[in-house]
């Protein structure tokens, strides 16, 4: 009778919190995408692969202080362009080149004494073929003595 009032107490304890774990159970409404279905594809794609833009800034307004002597830009870049050059202008008599490497882009611009003082620059990335274009807009903040 002991061993049977045993199994009768586990049973019930098992049961219980099974109860109490359903009620815990995720009742979030369905995903959006589950309303256009199965994929007609069965091919594996990376979400970045999906975006509209070949190549992205980080940041759309950099302010640099007048003693800092150089700037570092980065941005995504698209793996279709992989191993290009991304041609880059500071101005109009600025210009270079930076790799496309693993989805992104760092761009060293050194000699920041070369901007003018408190006037905004444009910085200009694109493509090799020239379809696609961000733009970083440049301050030099250079602040004047005061005695």
Request: hydrophobic letters at 45%.
């Amino acid at each position: 009778m002991r061993a049977f009032k045993r199994r009768l107490t586990t049973g019930f304890l098992v049961l219980g919190l099974g109860f109490v774990i359903l009620h815990f159970q995720n009742c979030a409404m369905p995903s959006e995408l589950d309303q256009y279905g199965p994929m007609s594809s069965d091919e594996v794609r990376i979400v970045d692969d999906w975006a509209s833009e070949k190549i992205t800034l980080f940041e759309k307004f950099k302010q640099v202080e007048a003693l800092q002597d150089h700037l570092i830009v980065e941005g995504f870049c698209a793996r279709s362009l992989r191993g290009e050059a991304l041609l880059w202008e500071l101005g109009s008599s600025i210009q270079g080149e930076v790799l496309c490497e693993m989805g992104g882009f760092r761009l060293v611009l050194e000699d920041l004494s070369a901007l003018a003082c408190n006037e905004a620059q444009s910085l200009s990335v694109y493509t090799a073929d020239g379809s696609e274009e961000q733009i970083l807009d440049l301050y030099r903040a250079c602040h004047s003595a005061v005695n």
